[in-house]
C-alpha cells in the first residue's frame, strides 16, 4: 500500500466517468464531495497487500491516525488513487481494503469521506504547505519486501 497524505484547507471532487468496466455502485450525492480542514490521503492498493488485507487496513490505520495526530486533524478524506503504484492490486481487494480502512477510521472517532472507487474524477485540493502537510508511507504485510 502507498499513501500520500496531504493537510488540507479542504479537498473536493466530481466523479466525471468509469475508469472501470464495473465500478463501484454510487448514489446522486456521492458524485461530488467535499471536506474543509482534511487530512486528504491518497491510496494505491498493491499486489503484494493481497497476501494480508487486513494487517495492511490495521497498519494503514495506525499510520493515518498518527500523521492525524501530529497535524491535528480530526476529519480525514480516504481516496482510492491508482496512480501511487505500478503493482496494483485487484480493484475488489483494493475496494474492500479502502472500505474497512474507512469503517476503522470511524471506529476510531474520526470523520471520514471516501471517494468513490473505479472511476475519473476532478478534485480540487488546497495543500495548507506546513512542514507536515505532504507526507508519504509505504505499508507492506509482514514477510513482503517492499519493492
Ligand atoms: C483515474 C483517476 O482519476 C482516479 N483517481 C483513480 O485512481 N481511479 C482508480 C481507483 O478509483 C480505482 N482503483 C483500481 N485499482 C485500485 C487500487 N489498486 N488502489 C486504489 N484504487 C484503485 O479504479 C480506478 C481506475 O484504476
Not at 497498519?59 to 491535528?72: G, L, P, T, Y
Not at 505500478?86 to 474492500?96: M, R
Amino acid at each position: 500500500m502507498r499513501m500520500l497524505l496531504i493537510h488540507s484547507d479542504y479537498l473536493e471532487y466530481e466523479v466525471k466517468d468509469k475508469a472501470l468496466k464495473s465500478p463501484e455502485p454510487i448514489s446522486e450525492e456521492q458524485k461530488k464531495g467535499r471536506l474543509e480542514e482534511v487530512l486528504a490521503v491518497f491510496m494505491s492498493v498493491e499486489k503484494a497487500d493481497e497476501s494480508n488485507p487486513e494487517e495492511v487496513v490495521e497498519k494503514a490505520v495506525a499510520e493515518i491516525k498518527d500523521v492525524a495526530s501530529q497535524v491535528k486533524a480530526n476529519r480525514i478524506f480516504v481516496y482510492p488513487f491508482a496512480h501511487l503504484s505500478s503493482e496494483l492490486a485487484k480493484p475488489d481487494v483494493a475496494l474492500k481494503v479502502l472500505q474497512r480502512i474507512e469503517e476503522r477510521l470511524r471506529e476510531e472517532g474520526f470523520e471520514v469521506k471516501r471517494a468513490p472507487f473505479g472511476y475519473y474524477k476532478a478534485f480540487r485540493l488546497s495543500c495548507k504547505g506546513h512542514p507536515l502537510a505532504e507526507l508519504s508511507r509505504t505499508i507492506v504485510p509482514s514477510g513482503e519486501a517492499v519493492s
